[in-house]
């Protein structure tokens, strides 16, 4: 897989060590304190510093735009030294919270409502899906669970996914084979998912409502390497293909596809879809490509279309954080090498599959607004995605979801006590 240059680095980048001017040199990534700026340093170099006392190089050169295009084209990146904390702006954010007097116990999962009128939540406690009203905290039960509870991948932990209406969602066991689609009005099973037993619990359960040209459909996994679209209301395929065949013997069908597809979002406006999947050796590697095409030109764009781009290939890393800054690009947690990533985000052009910035200190559960990014766990965090500059921290809240209409928070401890919260500029 051929990686484009990082957008960044040039912006970035200020030194160079001496012994770096060989073809194919492996370099460390030194940061300087409290900054995004780093330098190229070979590792003898890295740890005589830091044996010394050190942060920095001694005796480096200015790396050029020509130096840093050899560096990142040819060279091996190898890990990073003095990753930075997270960089605070202006202290122009506050956070308003407003505990509400409904309880959820057993709760599971939660996921927005995204056109709904008012404030609508769906949320899966343990055996019932409930519908949560945001501005009065009422709840009132759609049905029940409709998935085995026992066996392999059992219920522990559940996938949930609406379309924006909230006319139907999807319900499916995150580390097991299992799904299911319910209309939310009557309760009724629509659909049955099952994404089949081959390393089923090794990543999570792709499943994803998207509106594409006029129509709501849902994405789901159908085997390990496949995804369909289908009509969520009658569970009819709409890119019906035949599915490719690999035995070691012989050459692999066309369009055949050696990818494990994973967890799964959809842009805010619906043009694209990524899934944070994997690859033996395992290495973690993104797929995102254009839905409208997929449904409507080639049913084989989600293997091989001319829409796919491959992001971020790390060992041993997939279903990370991950949040759609608009319909082109992609934030995606953990800046490093490999199974050395520090928290923060790198972002990609989904177009294209360039990676054009970062930015450190976000950790899970990510949300964005288009001006801001929200990390929610383990605690609230809000960053400037043009500046990456930290613009508030509360240590002691934490939030499951963000509602993208509203704003609003949502925040469910471990005893089921429910706290909406609200980010307000004080400018």
């Not at 484009?4 to 160079?16: L, Q, T």
């Not at 295009?69 to 202290?91: C, K, N, Q, S």
């Not at 505990?99 to 939660?110: I, N, Q, S, T």
């Not at 709840?139 to 909230?166: F, Y």
């Amino acid at each position: 897989m051929t990686t484009p240059i990082p957008g960044w680095a040039h912006r970035d980048a200020r030194g160079v060590c001496p012994h770096l001017a060989v073809d194919d040199a492996s370099f460390l990534r030194v940061f300087h304190p409290g900054r995004r700026t780093f330098d190229y340093v070979c590792k003898l170099c890295a740890e005589r510093a830091t044996a010394e006392g050190n942060r920095g190089a001694a005796g480096l050169a200015f790396a050029s735009a020509e130096v840093v295009e050899r560096l990142e084209r040819d060279g091996f990146w190898e890990g990073v030294v003095g990753f930075p904390e997270a960089i605070d702006g202006p202290d122009r954010l506050a956070l308003l919270r407003r505990p509400a007097d409904v309880r959820l116990d057993g709760f599971r999962a939660v996921v927005p409502v995204v056109d709904a009128p008012g404030e609508r939540w769906i949320v899966a406690c343990d055996g019932v899906l409930l519908e949560l009203d945001g501005r009065t905290g009422r709840t009132r039960e759609i049905a029940a669970i409709p998935l085995d509870s026992h066996g392999k991948g059992a219920n522990r932990e559940l996938v949930v996914a609406t379309d924006r209406a909230g006319s139907f969602v999807a319900v499916a066991q995150a580390k097991g084979r299992q799904g299911a689609v319910l209309e939310t009005a009557s309760g009724r099973v629509t659909m049955r998912l099952d994404r089949g037993d081959y390393h089923e619990d090794a990543c999570e359960f792709p499943v994803a409502f998207a509106d594409v040209a006029g129509r709501t459909v849902l994405v789901h996994a159908t085997a390990w390497n496949r995804l369909d679209c289908s009509d969520p209301s009658t569970g009819a395929d709409l890119t019906e293909r035949e599915s490719p065949s690999h035995r070691r013997e012989t050459p692999a069908d066309e369009h055949y596809l050696d990818y494990f597809f994973c967890g799964l979002s959809v842009s805010p406006a619906g043009r694209r879809i990524v899934s944070d999947g994997w690859m033996w050796s395992p290495c973690g590697v993104l797929a995102v490509w254009d839905l409208q095409a997929w449904l409507t030109v080639n049913p084989w764009e989600s293997e091989d279309g001319p829409t796919r781009r491959e992001l971020a290939p790390r060992l041993e890393a997939w279903d990370a954080p991950r949040v759609w800054l608009d319909d082109r690009r992609l934030a995606i947690w953990g800046f490093g090498v490999d199974e050395e990533l520090h928290d923060g985000v790198r972002v990609y052009d989904a177009e294209t599959g360039a990676e054009t910035d970062w930015f450190p200190g976000p950790v899970a559960n990510l949300a964005a607004d288009g001006t801001l990014v929200y990390s929610l766990q383990p605690h609230l965090a809000v960053y400037e995605i043009a500046t990456g500059l930290r613009l508030l921290v509360e240590p002691d809240f934490a939030a499951r979801a963000r509602h993208p209409r509203t704003g609003r928070l949502l925040a469910i401890d471990d005893t089921g006590r429910v706290e909406f919260a609200e980010v307000t500029d004080t400018r």
